[in-house]
């Protein structure tokens, strides 16, 4: 049995998470803490992750996710990484957050260029697209629609019309950075319809914790990111 350990700030798209854990089919185990929300910065503070942390030991994960977008990407690049290396600390396992599982999915695709899409102001969405940018990745279009406090209420139907709308005929893939939409059952249909592969918050965050742990698992209905070989790096 694989533990993994999630921080979900708040209440939205949680369900995920357990919807993910029925797809993976294996013997995977998602633990989820949810963590308060507070202004800004204060959501992904260095003391809410630590005391989320303390809580998710209690299951005993062996690696831990910061399962927040902008929790962690409103950091900038280096802040992020330290954000990183406290939660790590904290844990006393390996530990990412959302925004680098969205670099570290994007690489693992081979792919250069991407779109965002996104239920966040527009100034929030490019500072997302910044730190993909300090990662090396191009990002083609940056689509934000500023209502985040309704995500959680999307269906399929709210969440074709985001990628669609946010989509680029020059990105190789569409990035959905929000934790608070329920993407989970909807990956296949936005792959099918867009005809390129889709990352969704909630659906790297569990890549990732898979990745630290160096764990593979084939599961198509998750989309390209969970079918595609793993790139040998040089």
């Known amino acids: 049995?694989?533990?993994?350990?999630?921080?979900?700030?708040g209440h939205s798209a949680e369900d995920d998470y357990h919807r993910i854990e029925q797809l993976l089919g294996s013997d995977i185990r998602l633990d989820l803490v949810h963590t308060e929300i507070g202004e800004a910065l204060e959501t992904g503070s260095a003391?809410?992750?630590?005391?989320?942390?303390?809580?998710?030991?209690?299951?005993?994960?062996?690696?831990?996710v910061w399962?927040?977008?902008?929790?962690?990407?409103?950091?900038?690049w280096e802040g992020a990484?330290?954000?990183i290396r406290a939660l790590a600390r904290a844990a006393g396992t390996p530990a990412s957050s959302t925004s680098f599982a969205f670099v570290h999915a994007v690489r693992e695709l081979g792919?250069?260029?991407?779109a965002i899409g996104a239920p966040y102001p527009a100034d929030v969405a490019e500072l997302f697209a910044e730190f993909l940018r300090a990662a090396g990745i191009e990002v083609t279009a940056v689509h934000g629609v500023g209502i985040h406090a309704e995500a959680g209420e999307w269906g399929e139907e709210e969440l074709?019309?985001?990628?669609?709308?946010?989509?680029h005929a020059d990105a190789e893939a569409l990035l959905l950075p929000d934790t608070a939409l329920h993407t989970a059952s909807h990956i296949e249909t936005l792959e099918k319809h867009l005809t390129k592969p889709v990352l969704t918050?909630?659906?790297?965050s569990v890549w990732e914790a898979l990745r630290l742990t160096?764990?593979?698992?084939?599961?198509?209905?998750?989309?390209?990111?969970?079918?595609?070989e793993p790139l040998i790096q040089a």
């Open 81 to 83: 990484h330290e954000q």
């Open 111 to 114: 792919v250069r260029k991407v």
């Open 160 to 167: 074709l019309s985001l990628a669609q709308e946010a989509d």
């Open 67 to 76: 399962a927040s977008t902008s929790g962690s990407f409103l950091y900038g």
């Open 1 to 9: 049995m694989t533990a993994l350990g999630f921080l979900y700030p």
């Open 214 to 228: 160096t764990r593979k698992v084939n599961a198509p209905s998750l989309g390209t990111l969970f079918t595609k």
């Open 47 to 64: 003391d809410r992750l630590a005391a989320g942390a303390a809580e998710l030991l209690l299951s005993g994960p062996e690696a831990v």
């Open 201 to 204: 918050a909630n659906q790297v």
